[in-house]
């Protein structure tokens, strides 16, 4: 049984569940708990021009400017869900920074495969798939000062329940309960503790090696539209092809009818199934 579904958790018992539980050397140290807040991106920032440090997580019970990606809104309803944030003050080159958004991709599917036992897949670049659905959004903000990096905010939206879905979002969207069942109990901030301690692993492999390389073969094996025909949406004219996995730096690779291979940027398009979200 459980008993989430008779208990709304409060910032306490977020911050009581937290204190003392999270075993990262810095991803997470500290987490500042919220009630609400316009957006755990927006407050990353704030706390980030108040002196905090890299690792530094903003997490919230519910959002009221929840941010998503392409100027869209981030509906974040107050109960179980994980809103959360993460500083990062990356000594790594500006081309490099997209590569961040991918690693916590693979973070997250990671925590919500070792807390479900389900396998979400990777919709390239960052959304998370479940069962066809999107259950996880990512956002990656960040603040450059004379061609370098000064910090990087990666914004991470996990639906744990699902309290009901828009008219807009009921078909492409979906939460972690709606495909578990009841009887799995996930407490949002277990969820946070895996993801982060996955990141922070991630992480140092990435700055040591300097690109993707080390986990192109975790990513492409999540990658749901690996092998798949999609649309690439790009600004210089729509094209389909079929999705060959991404490369050391994160592109994507579309091949084409007649066998060319592009390497598709994220910054630059969006891609889609040619019969749907995935
Ligand atoms: C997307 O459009 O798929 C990205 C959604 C990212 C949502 C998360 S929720 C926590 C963090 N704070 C925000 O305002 N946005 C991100």
Redesign the pocket.
């Known amino acids: 049984m459980n008993n989430l579904d008779t208990q709304i958790l409060n910032k306490s018992d977020f911050t009581n569940e937290l204190t003392g539980s999270i075993c990262t050397r810095w991803a997470g140290q500290p987490v500042c708990v919220y009630e609400s807040i ?7 920032t704030r706390l980030k021009q108040a002196g905090a440090k890299h690792g530094t997580v ?1 997490m ?1 019970m519910t ?1 009221t ?6 100027g ?1 809104s ?1 509906d ?1 309803p107050a109960g179980e869900n ?4 993460l500083l990062l003050t990356p000594d790594i080159a500006l081309d490099k920074a997209p590569m961040l958004t991918l690693i916590m991709a693979v973070a997250t599917a990671r925590g919500i495969g070792a807390l479900t036992g389900h396998g979400a897949e990777i919709k390239w670049p ?2 998370l798939v479940l069962d066809g659905k ?1 259950v ?4 990656t903000e960040m603040r450059m000062e004379q061609n370098r990096i000064d910090y990087v905010v990666i ?3 996990v639906n744990v329940k699902d309290r009901g879905f828009s008219e807009e979002l009921k078909d492409k969207a979906t939460a972690l309960e709606t495909v578990c069942g009841p009887d799995v109990s996930i407490r949002p901030t277990r969820l946070l503790e895996t993801i982060l301690k996955a990141f922070e692993d991630l992480y140092e492999a990435f700055v040591t090696e300097g690109d993707l390389g080390f986990l192109l073969e975790e990513y492409n094996s999540l990658l749901i539209n690996r092998d798949r025909e999609v649309m690439v949406l790009d600004p210089q004219g729509n094209y389909n092809g079929i999705a060959r996995g991404i490369t050391d730096t994160g592109e994507l690779i579309v091949e084409l009818a007649d066998g060319e291979r592009r390497e598709v940027f994220a910054g630059e398009v969006s891609v889609r199934g040619i019969y749907g979200y995935v």
């Open positions: 316009d957006s755990t991106n927006a407050e990353c903003a919230a959002q400017a929840g941010r998503g990606r392409r869209r981030w974040s994980l809103y959360f944030s960052n959304d999107k996880c959004g990512i956002l914004g991470v939206g």
